[in-house]
């Protein structure tokens, strides 16, 4: 039943025009993390050679299709190491702001009263302070290079809308005539919760995750960008960082360091975005063309 619900649900993506595209782009940077580092490791350069620094693509070798960096090693060898750890935080912490954000908001919709109040109270008070804000300070105290410490901090606020969009529908939902025959039926607030009130939950929290995981890009490369993490040359903030010291925008040689990371990062928003809307249009008949 299960192996069928699945298939169903991806004929329903293939079938949608952007789900597709988003998935398939998705799927193409994971076999990039997962392949990549290994045809093209990284070798720290410890005497740069200055005729390889800063070329624009070259036809010859395959580190060099994309030119070079500021060591002289090839930009898409930093682009494909860079890879893994983007996709890691990224996912971690869409993932931790959905799962707290989801927890919250069913907890407090679901159990209302003195639970709800207190939920909610916390929810307003961590709305009410700048997230960016809170983020960078955060980062900088800790300074971390453990995917999931980063995830973590990634998440600290990220769940906070999610949590009262939740609450909201869980309050509607929790009050329909056949949540009320379960109760009467005797059947326990587990079942009713995962089996009657989160099921027409699940495509808003999938959307969700994936701009959740969105999200998390921005934070994790700005932070790298800003200096605020340790880093290695292959990070693509810090890629940015380095070509804009570099005086990429003013068209110096830098400009291929500067443009495909920009690049590389547009592309993977882009896909998470129209596989979001492609999901969008499939649980929701409004939206299909």
């Known amino acids: 039943?299960?192996?069928?619900?699945i298939k169903r649900n991806f004929s329903l993506i293939w079938r949608s025009l952007p789900a597709r595209f988003g998935?398939?782009?998705?799927?193409?940077?994971?076999v990039m993390a997962a392949v990549?580092?290994?045809l093209l490791p990284y070798k720290p350069v410890s005497?740069?050679?200055q005729s390889e620094i800063l070329l624009p693509p070259q036809p010859w070798p395959p580190s060099m299709w994309l030119g070079t960096d500021m060591t002289g090693e090839g930009i898409l060898v930093d682009i494909v190491n860079g890879a893994p750890f983007v996709l890691e935080v990224s996912f971690l912490a869409g993932l931790f702001t959905t799962l707290i954000g989801l927890a919250v908001g069913v907890v407090a919709g679901y159990l209302g009263r003195y639970v709800d109040a207190v939920l909610m109270w916390i929810t307003d008070t961590l709305l009410t302070i700048p997230s960016l804000l809170l983020v960078v300070i955060i980062a900088t105290m800790i300074k971390t290079e453990n995917?999931?410490?980063l995830?973590?901090?990634?998440?600290?606020?990220?769940?906070?809308?999610?949590?009262?969009?939740?609450?909201?529908?869980?309050?509607?939902i929790k009050n329909l005539p056949y949540i009320e025959a379960a109760r009467v039926l005797g059947l326990g607030t587990g079942y009713i919760l995962f089996r009657e009130?989160?099921?027409p939950l699940m495509p808003y929290i999938w959307i969700n995750l994936i701009l959740n995981v969105e999200g998390a890009i921005y934070a994790a490369v700005g932070l790298y960008y800003l200096g605020l993490l340790p880093f290695k040359n292959y990070d693509w903030g810090a890629m940015i960082n380095f070509a804009l010291q570099l005086g990429?925008?003013?068209?110096?040689?830098a400009v291929w360091y500067l443009l495909f990371p920009v690049l590389f990062i547009s592309l993977y928003m882009v896909a998470l975005m129209e596989l979001a809307y492609g999901i969008e249009e499939i649980v929701n008949p409004r939206l299909r063309r």
């Open 151 to 172: 995830a973590g901090i990634l998440s600290i606020t990220g769940w906070t809308g999610l949590a009262r969009a939740v609450r909201s529908q869980v309050l509607a």
């Open 248 to 253: 990429a925008v003013y068209g110096t040689n």
């Open 1 to 5: 039943m299960k192996t069928a619900s």
């Open 23 to 30: 998935l398939l782009v998705i799927i193409a940077y994971v």
């Open 147 to 149: 995917p999931l410490v």
């Open 197 to 199: 009130i989160l099921p």
């Open 47 to 49: 005497f740069p050679n």
């Open 36 to 38: 990549g580092p290994v």
